[in-house]
């Protein structure tokens, strides 16, 4: 089972791709931020750290409290540490109580299960509310006895025994035109038969799966239900289609998640000419792409596949990190993580140099190239034959490593040894910045400032690279114009709606229309 999960997440993993919400200042961020975020107090009732304390004047960031996580079952996946955040909620169980020992007096059953009774050697203390003394629990055979059936929950501890939960069927929505072609599936606008709400349906279909169910499905949910964030796509629900899976009974053929509508992803939005964009939906989008991805990381949750396409703006500016498949949590004691997430044009040196033992940084490069993108309506590093020319693109873009810089690049990638400049090679030199300025639809909108946001977020060197809180207090976001509160943007564009998929069914009409044959440096 565990083979073919990582089977199935590798191909997942390995897929490349063709394809501001307030007005804050610097001293909003030190409240929050540096006093509170040391001290990350999680959440007694679900574990989860919320990356704003309480700060009436900054509403960069809701403080978010995740609703209790409905008992998933462990992931596959290297150990986790004991630390409390929201990767231990999604990783653990609430821990049940032990197992009585075979010889040992039983505990006192939980209400309603009385009728399990046996150990008579040791008939435990009666419970306080119960005036018949509860039998206690057995593995053995014993004479049942007649109880009321409890109402639910029941509670005992701090277990609750919910309700199973009856999942909508899939009917309950009219399904409208396709938005988007997932990995396990499409997405689909959809509208609720009863509400009229409209909502985006990610099909995951099971059919496609050996073992059942998708892993990174199931991934995508545990980490959905556990993050609540303004700038993260918000799961409503799962939904189900009758038919089975003809493979494997008992699951159904197509399980939906529901998802709020929104109504552009950032390709479309920078493909699309019928979209004017100004500074401020630039700032703003960066901001809040840095405060959601801030929150994932002191959650200790990295995303793995932050690129434009997956990131989602609503008709009312605000933004939304969404495509949680390839999510994991992480902790520092983690040494072998998968090494192929990311997709290509966003994917960090240090993957690409093989490196198994990486942090939440990898999200950040991914960020640095997204924001560049942003101004430039077009990807930064846009590599075409896998990931030895996506390196040698860096490279030529960045320079080559400096060995100062980066003391650790030898001992963290098994890689650098094939890339590493001979002694008689002159190193590349950085030119980052004179890149940046190019090819701009707005060149003076890539000031100074922001020159110094990409560049720390493009750092080679993990540690010394930026962190999304960093980010946040860059001088970029503190001159003028002043980033604007999501409400405040312009949001008429000459499209109503735009994705990904339905700017790459443009360009291939047009081409066709050309007849000339796709070219895979556009196909994002
Ligand atoms: N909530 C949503 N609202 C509108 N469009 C969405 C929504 N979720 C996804 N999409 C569209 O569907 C595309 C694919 O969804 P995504 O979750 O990224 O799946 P995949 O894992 O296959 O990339 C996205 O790029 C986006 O265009
Ligand atoms: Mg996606």
Excluded at 206 to 223: L, S
Excluded at 438 to 463: C, F, G, V
Excluded at 483 to 500: A, I, N, P, Q, R
Aim: charged share 25%.
């Amino acid at each position: 089972m565990l083979i073919a999960a990582q089977s199935i997440l590798r191909r997942t993993e390995l897929r490349t791709e063709y394809t501001r919400t307030s007005i804050i200042n610097r001293n909003d961020f030190n409240k929050p931020y540096t006093i509170n975020l040391p001290v990350e107090k999680p959440n007694r009732k679900t574990g989860l750290v919320s990356t704003l304390e309480t700060d009436s004047n900054t509403h960069l960031m809701s403080a978010a409290t995740a609703p209790a996580m409905s008992q998933p079952p462990p992931p596959p996946g290297p150990p986790r540490s004991a630390s409390k955040n929201i990767s231990n909620s999604i990783n653990k169980k609430p821990a049940p109580p032990p197992p009585p020992p075979r010889n040992a007096p039983p505990r006192p059953p939980p209400p309603g299960n009385q009728g399990a009774g046996a150990g008579r050697a040791h008939p435990p203390p009666p419970p306080r509310s119960m005036k018949r003394p509860a039998p206690p629990l057995s593995n053995g055979n014993v004479d049942k006895v007649e109880v009321k059936k409890p109402r639910v929950p029941l509670e005992f501890g701090k277990i609750v025994i919910k309700k199973p939960t009856v999942l909508r069927d899939v009917n309950s929505f009219h399904r409208k035109h396709k938005v988007g072609q997932g990995t396990y599936g499409e997405v689909f606008m959809g509208a609720d038969k009863v509400t009229g709400e409209i909502v985006a349906l990610k099909r995951i279909n099971t059919e496609q799966e050996e073992n059942g169910f998708p892993i990174t499905a199931i991934r995508e949910v545990k980490i959905l239900k556990a993050l609540e964030h303004k700038n993260i796509v918000k799961l409503k629900e799962i939904v189900t289609s009758k038919e089975q899976n003809g493979e494997n009974e008992g699951i159904p053929r197509n399980v939906y998640m529901v998802f709020e509508y929104h109504e552009y992803d950032l390709t479309g939005i920078l493909q699309s000419n019928e979209i004017r964009l100004s500074q401020d939906h630039i700032k703003s989008w960066s901001q809040q792409l840095l405060a959601g991805t801030h929150y994932m990381h002191v959650n200790k949750i990295i995303h793995r596949d932050l690129k434009a396409s997956n990131i989602l703006i609503g008709k009312n500016g605000q933004l939304k990190i969404a495509d949680w498949g390839l999510a994991r949590s992480w902790n520092e004691d983690m040494k072998r993580l998968t090494n192929p997430v990311v997709t290509l044009w966003y994917r960090p040196i240090e993957l690409l140099l093989g490196c198994k033992e990486y942090s939440p940084k990898i999200d950040i490069w991914s960020v640095g190239c997204i924001i560049a993108e942003m101004f430039r309506r077009d990807g930064l590093l846009k590599g075409i034959d896998g990931e030895s020319s996506q390196l040698n693109l860096i490279f030529q873009m960045c320079g080559h490593p400096d060995i100062n810089e980066w003391p650790k690049i030898g001992q963290m990638c098994p890689l650098w040894n094939n890339y590493e400049p001979r002694p008689d090679e002159k190193p590349l030199p950085c030119k980052l910045a004179k890149v940046l300025k190019q090819r701009l639809p707005h060149p003076h909108w890539m000031t100074n400032s922001a020159i110094d946001l990409i560049k720390n977020l493009l750092t080679y060197n993990p540690e010394k690279r930026w962190s999304a809180m960093e980010a946040l207090k860059a001088d970029y976001f503190f001159e003028k114009p002043i980033v604007k509160d999501s409400s405040k943007l312009h949001m008429k564009f000459g499209v109503d709606s735009v994705h990904e998929l339905s700017v790459r069914q443009k360009h291939m009409n047009m081409r066709a229309a050309n007849g000339s044959r796709p070219n895979p440096t556009t196909r994002m």
